[in-house]
């Protein structure tokens, strides 16, 4: 049986049983075993040359416009940026990731308009892969649909979730230290939903036999598999609809941003919503006896330490690292003598002695 059939059958066998506590170790089995077919087919796939778009990433972050043809991922990114990506009547028109930069309370935000994608994207339909490969690499993603076909944000959703892309969702608290012996120790510091067996049969497909695991979140079968899997990312997204002056739905979750790229109602919101959910902070750099230039921010991401600016900053400033003082939200006090791994905050003004 090929790969594929057998992951097709796999489909079929999860589809069909029945969800119950007497089926959810052998559910979990299943499913750990789809997920390494999966990743193996595309191990294959990779060897015969993944296509991939070449995008060269520039600003403080990126972002990617994902969407069926024809929502008017283009138009917005040229309403937002200035950009000129060729807009048609027509679908496909876009065939290779155009960029842009949105400038948004000092920061530049790098905005890619992608090609359109299709159902099936994330078995290589289209330019499915070569979209997804720019979407795993992307801080932020914003998924376009047009108020005609709401449907296609969750067949978007469901294709980027089968390519690995964990959309608004934190990566499981799950630590799996392998051992050469001793076998499984499995603790959890929560009450745990699925049971131990589900657990080791997980496990044993991945042929983890000895090992330490902590669990430290009530995981789902699907969150654990991914904390055993290493391909997965997770990234922010927020959704948005387009065309809101031909049609407006109404009713949409708040969460839903609707918006006109030709009428240009609602970018002013869009940036926002982007610059917000990219959760990007400003530090101030000060040289050592200077003043701090309070006019020009440097951006980073939130959670970001003094080690990741010395290294956006130049390779050397890391390597001859010493100390640093901070002023500001994280110091505990005024010029704090903080070391590499200090996290930054909003506001900060750092002193790097190198
Ligand atoms: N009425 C209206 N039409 C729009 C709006 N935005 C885009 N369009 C039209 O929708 C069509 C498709 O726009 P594009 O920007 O090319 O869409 P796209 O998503 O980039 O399309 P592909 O690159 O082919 O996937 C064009 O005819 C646009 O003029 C809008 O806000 N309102
Ligand atoms: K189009
Ligand atoms: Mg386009």
Redesign the pocket.
């Given at each position: 049986m090929s790969l594929e059939e057998q992951i097709r059958q796999l489909e079929e066998e999860i589809k069909n049983t029945p969800y119950n506590k007497a089926t959810e170790h052998h559910i979990g089995r299943l499913k750990a075993k789809l997920a390494r077919l999966r990743e193996e087919a595309e191990k294959q796939k990779a060897k015969t040359g993944r296509p991939s778009f070449s995008i060269k990433k520039d600003g403080d972050a990126t972002v990617v416009l994902v969407?069926?043809?024809?929502?008017?991922?283009?138009?917005?990114l040229n309403a937002l940026t200035g950009a000129k990506?060729?807009?048609?009547?027509?679908?496909?028109?876009?065939l290779k990731p155009v960029p842009g930069m949105l400038e948004y309370n000092g920061a530049k935000i790098q905005i890619i308009?992608l090609?359109?994608i299709v159902e099936g994207a994330s078995k290589g339909r289209g330019k499915g892969r070569e979209i997804i490969s720019a979407v795993r690499n992307s801080d932020l993603v914003v998924i376009?649909a047009d108020p005609f076909n709401l449907e296609s944000i969750k067949i978007i959703q469901r294709e980027l979730y089968n390519g690995g892309i964990r959309l608004n969702q934190k990566p499981p608290e799950v630590y799996v230290k392998k051992l050469e012996r001793g076998g499984l120790k499995i603790t959890s510091t929560v009450p745990l939903s699925i049971d131990e067996q589900t657990i080791y049969e997980v496990l044993r497909e991945y042929r983890i036999h000895n090992a330490e695991v902590l669990i430290r979140e009530d995981v789902t079968v699907d969150r654990f598999i991914d904390a055993i899997l290493r391909n997965r990312v997770y990234i922010p997204a927020i959704v948005v609809v387009?065309?809101?002056?031909?049609y407006n739905p109404g009713n949409l979750p708040d969460s839903v941003i609707p918006?006109?790229?030709?009428?240009k109602i609602n970018l002013d919101l869009l940036a926002k919503s982007i610059y917000e959910k990219l959760d990007l902070i400003r530090i101030f750099l000060k040289p050592p006896g200077g003043k701090a230039d309070l006019n020009e921010p440097m951006i980073i991401k939130r959670g970001m330490t003094v080690g990741d600016v010395c290294k956006k900053l130049h390779k050397d400033m890391y390597r001859n690292f010493r100390y640093a003082r901070v002023i500001g939200k994280s110091a505990k006090f005024k010029e704090q003598r903080v070391g590499i791994d200090h996290v930054l905050e909003d506001g900060d003004i750092l002193t790097i002695y190198a």
């Open positions: 969407g069926f043809p024809s929502v008017g991922k283009s138009s917005l990506s060729e807009i048609g009547a027509y679908d496909f028109t876009t308009d090609p359109g376009i387009n065309k809101i002056d031909l918006v006109s790229a030709e009428k």
